[in-house]
């Protein structure tokens, strides 16, 4: 089975997503090594084959047109919905969400379905049956 990254092309690339705009110079723009070291240093902890590969890797943070502003507390929803979308190819990735100044705020309705969405699989999920 190929491994999604190298099916995008990127595979030299440590791919990130972040939900809200980051201007060039900012504090998050410098975290973004600082998650791939601290991935790596999982990795090699789990003894796991990819950690060379992502101690190489140059960090990219992926532009998405549904990024936003003001909304800096949904990341998880963010990053859920991003799981669930992402099938490895970057060309025509879209998750479904419209940028943050769609009319009528249709972004802040679709995460608060998704947070209905997630919270109920979450919390009827099996595994917390009593």
């Known amino acids: 089975m ?14 990130l997503f972040y939900n809200f705009y980051v201007k060039r110079h900012s504090k998050f723009s410098k975290m973004s090594n600082g ?8 990795l090699i902890c ?10 190489k890797a140059k960090t990219v943070r992926q532009k998405m047109e549904w990024r936003t502003q003001y909304n ?7 990053t859920m919905r991003h799981m669930e979308t992402y099938m490895g190819q970057l060309s025509g990735w879209a998750c479904g969400l419209p940028d943050e100044n769609a009319l009528y705020n249709l972004q802040n309705k679709q995460l608060n379905d998704l947070r209905i ?8 999920h099996n595994l917390n049956e009593s």
Not at 2 to 15: A, I, P, W
Not at 46 to 55: R, T
Not at 72 to 78: A, R
């Open 117 to 124: 969405k997630y919270i109920t699989k979450i919390l009827l």
């Open 2 to 15: 190929k491994d999604g990254l190298k099916n995008s092309n990127s595979f030299e690339n440590f791919l």
């Open 46 to 55: 789990k003894q796991h084959p990819s950690v060379c590969w992502i101690k």
């Open 72 to 78: 800096l507390i949904d990341s998880v929803i963010f």
């Open 35 to 42: 998650q791939r070291y601290a991935f790596a240093n999982y």
